[in-house]
């Protein structure tokens, strides 16, 4: 596809993210692709909410969604971190200057551990990730002021279309 002669609307962009000993490691990221966020459920899907009895009635047990079991918690917390692991992945997967030593495989979920694990092993804290990860979600345009300013653009457009 080529819209006026231009061959792709990615734009790469150099991110600095502030180490705690005061430096910072840069990166250069890319906006996540379109439909990223329906094959990240699929290859990383949430752990389904287990039920637990909260009484009886005529007809038997009344099940109930628990979604404060506690290993239903852990391991949704470690779903989202590796969900977030497929962002950091996707986005600098061109950065020339990364080389991740896990190689993709079919099971999306335990490159995504790999990954998870390198960087880990690399020294990166829970604020660097988090702050990259933002930082990704911006260049993305995923940001909650993004998405309202594209929301307006696209219903200001189908108000003048009628």
């Known amino acids: 596809m080529r819209i006026k002669g231009l061959e792709t609307l990615v734009r ?9 000993d005061g430096g910072v490691v840069e ?3 890319s ?7 329906s094959d990240l459920v699929r290859d990383l899907p949430p752990p389904p909410v287990p039920m637990k009895v909260q009484g009886r009635n005529k007809d038997g047990p009344i099940m ?3 979604t404060g079991n506690v290993e239903y918690r852990r391991e949704l917390a470690y779903v989202d971190a590796l969900q977030s692991t497929a962002m950091i992945y996707m986005a600098t997967k061109d950065d020339p200057d990364i080389e991740w030593d896990t190689k993709p495989t079919d099971d999306r979920r335990q490159f995504y551990e790999g990954i998870y694990q390198e960087l ?8 660097m990730f988090i702050t990259l990860v933002q930082r990704i979600g911006e260049v993305s345009s995923l940001d909650e002021d993004s998405i309202a300013r594209a ?4 219903l200001s457009e189908t108000q003048t279309e009628k």
Do not use: H, N, Q, S
């Not at 880990?120 to 604020?127: F, I, K, S, V």
């Not at 929301?151 to 696209?154: D, G, H, I, L």
């Open 27 to 29: 990166v250069t990221v």
């Open 12 to 20: 790469r962009t150099k991110l600095e993210i502030p180490r705690p």
């Open 151 to 154: 929301k307006e653009a696209f």
């Open 64 to 66: 109930v969604e628990d």
């Open 31 to 37: 906006p996540l692709p379109l439909g990223f966020r």
């Open 120 to 127: 880990r092993a690399y020294g990166w804290t829970d604020a």
